[in-house]
């Protein structure tokens, strides 16, 4: 059974910065196009980024570029997402995901067959 499992969130001001985990159990992590999407109160869950199975190819939601940048060590069976000025915006519950095919850069929501159960960023104003 694959598992995923994310860590990193918490409180921060505007401005601050967060790097989220993503730990993958049960599968072969190495072919897996991997996620990070976020869901704010009262909207539908977004993408913010994601990677190819070999991270020759990325993805990053145009409303974040320059911000937020996703990397992966395979050898951990290990996604990131590094979040550097944080505003209120992006607030919400970021969630870890995991394309089994591994197919290029998966941007629909059914893309996705693995989902962790979230962590929350909160940024302050």
């Known amino acids: 059974q694959v598992q995923l499992v994310e860590s990193g969130g918490g409180l921060v001001e505007t401005g601050g910065s967060l790097r989220l985990s993503c730990v993958v159990s049960g599968g072969t992590f190495s072919y897996y196009a991997m996620g990070w999407w976020r869901q704010a109160p009262g909207k539908e869950r977004e993408l913010v980024a994601a990677i190819s199975w070999n991270s020759d190819s990325t993805y990053v939601a145009r409303t974040i570029k320059g911000r937020f940048t996703i990397s992966r060590e395979n050898a951990k069976n290990t996604v990131y997402l590094q979040m550097n000025s944080l505003e209120p915006e992006d607030t919400g519950v970021y969630f870890c995901?995991?394309?089994?095919?591994?197919?290029?850069?998966?941007?629909?929501?059914?893309?996705?067959?693995?989902w962790g159960q979230g962590t929350q960023v909160t940024v302050s104003s």
């Open positions: 995901a995991a394309d089994k095919y591994g197919v290029g850069i998966p941007k629909e929501f059914d893309n996705y067959e693995y």
